[in-house]
């Protein structure tokens, strides 16, 4: 049972434009919301959060847009650039243990 | 970076063998939890380790354990290795109360032959 739907799979952005990427959620209990960027050969940092209290987070370029009743929740990345470049995968956890539910990821390629 | 180490960064095992793999938390951090990440997906929670005990685990068999040491480090143990255990093997640390904020490791990528 997958928990957390990601898509797309893979997006291609001109350098400068907007890359969206969304996910939905299945389990209500959940209320914790972030996104991971991963660059080949390391692993997943922390790129921003967001928690169902609130409806939009911003953090310089990044953007999540949450919407609750939807069950839906969406990375917004302003101005693209080339070193944006990676996957980026959305994930969510509930409770204090932090165990985290991933989506399976988009692979984000920005054009020079 | 984030101060999280994993070791060896890779390693190539037979079907049916055992593997032992190494995390040091950052500084200060005292929860560790370890994820598996297959080609093409997101990771996946085995399990976390707070004051030395299993505190919460993932869909993994039994064969697959673990154990933190006083100073945090962390092992993940996988007995009679199947060829699905390919997978890039996560490390995270956090600090309890603020478990939120994880910090990755680089990974070990294990291959099973």
């Known amino acids: 049972q997958q928990q957390v739907k990601q898509s797309p799979q893979s997006l291609i952005v001109q350098k400068g434009g907007i890359s969206i990427i969304n996910c939905a959620y299945e389990n209500t209990a959940f209320d914790y919301f972030p996104w991971y960027q991963q660059f080949p050969g390391k692993g997943p940092a922390l790129l921003i959060a967001?928690?169902?209290?609130?409806s939009e987070k911003k953090e310089g370029r990044f953007t999540i847009s949450f919407n609750k009743s939807a069950k839906q929740f969406s990375l917004h990345i302003m101005d693209s650039q080339p070193g944006d470049s990676a996957t980026y995968f959305c994930a969510a956890s509930s409770g204090s243990n932090y165990k985290l539910t991933f989506g399976k990821g988009t692979l984000l390629t920005v054009n020079p | 970076e984030t101060g999280v180490t994993q070791s060896p960064t890779h390693l190539i095992k037979t079907r049916g063998q055992q593997v032992t793999l190494r995390c040091s938390s950052q500084s200060g951090h005292n929860t560790v939890s370890w994820y598996q990440q297959a080609l093409g997906q997101g990771p996946q929670f085995i399990f976390q380790?707070?004051?030395?005990?299993?505190?919460g685990r993932g869909n993994f068999p039994p064969r697959f354990s673990g154990l933190q040491f006083p100073n945090y480090s962390s092992e993940l143990n996988v007995n009679a290795l199947e060829l699905d255990d390919s997978a890039l093997y996560l490390c995270?640390?956090?600090?309890?109360?603020?478990?939120?904020?994880?910090?990755f490791g680089s990974g070990t990528q294990l291959s099973v032959l």
């Open positions: 967001i928690r169902p209290d609130v």
């Open positions: 380790y707070y004051r030395e005990e299993e505190n």
């Open positions: 995270a640390s956090s600090l309890k109360g603020n478990g939120e904020k994880l910090f």
